[in-house]
């Protein structure tokens, strides 16, 4: 089967320390994203990665750091850095050229107290 | 920079009726729109597509339209279903990124 896995689902932290999310994609795509996601507040874009070993900074990067040392895998930490962490975080691919569809993980919903 | 409206924020509709989700964006410079569907707690799933020299795209009861010169898209639903119950978002991809609505919540009542 193609597609996203992210995990863990549900992820608790401390106040002030790092954590790490997975993503993993079978999809073959160029491009993958991550999102922050809060209520009312729809899709915000975390980082993105158009290729391997190259990644951009999209909205709300601040306190988030990304690596895309291989094709299938974008990991995010989540620093002590960022004020506000607890939120529900999605990763996605998509092609780099043509039609651009976007697929995307089931999600990892991330609680820091 | 892209904004992506979404209107209404939720919509409750009596089950078997038909109806349509709008979606509006700032910038006509798109590659495409898409259209995706959203379960409570899970990640989004793709509905549909539609490239920008597109006018429309079907899949079964669904069928989304696009005019980008007035900057909008609509989400028709044919027969509405319980099933059908959830947040529906659409997305316009720029070039680089894709910029995301805020979703329209639905409610088909039994």
């Known amino acids: 089967d193609g597609g996203i896995t992210q995990s863990p689902k549900y992820l608790f932290r401390k106040e002030g320390q790092n954590v790490t999310l997975s993503c993993e994609q079978n999809l073959n795509h160029d491009a993958m994203y991550w999102y922050r996601q809060d209520p009312g507040q729809g899709l915000r874009l975390i980082y993105y990665?158009?290729?391997?070993?190259?990644?951009q900074k999209g909205d709300i990067a601040e306190g988030y750091s990304v690596s895309r040392e291989k094709k299938e895998s974008f990991p995010l930490t989540v620093t002590s850095a960022q004020k506000n962490p607890t939120a529900f975080y999605l990763c996605a691919s998509s092609t780099a050229a043509g039609a651009y569809e976007q697929y995307f993980g089931p999600g990892t919903r991330l609680t820091v107290t | 920079k892209q904004e992506v409206t979404q209107i209404p924020a939720a919509l409750s509709v009596p089950e078997g009726e038909n109806l349509v989700l709008n979606c509006s964006f700032t910038?006509?410079?798109?590659?495409?729109l898409q259209w995706f569907r959203q379960d409570p707690g899970k990640g989004l799933t793709s509905l549909l597509l539609i490239q920008s020299s597109q006018r429309e795209q079907t899949s079964g009861r669904l069928n989304a339209s696009l005019d980008k010169s007035s900057g909008r898209s609509t989400l028709y639903i044919a027969a509405s279903q319980p099933g059908d119950s959830a947040t529906y978002l659409c997305a316009v991809h720029t070039g680089n990124q894709f910029y995301f609505g805020t979703g329209t919540s639905l409610t088909v009542i039994p």
């Open positions: 910038d006509s410079a798109i590659y495409n």
């Open positions: 990665s158009q290729i391997v070993n190259d990644f």
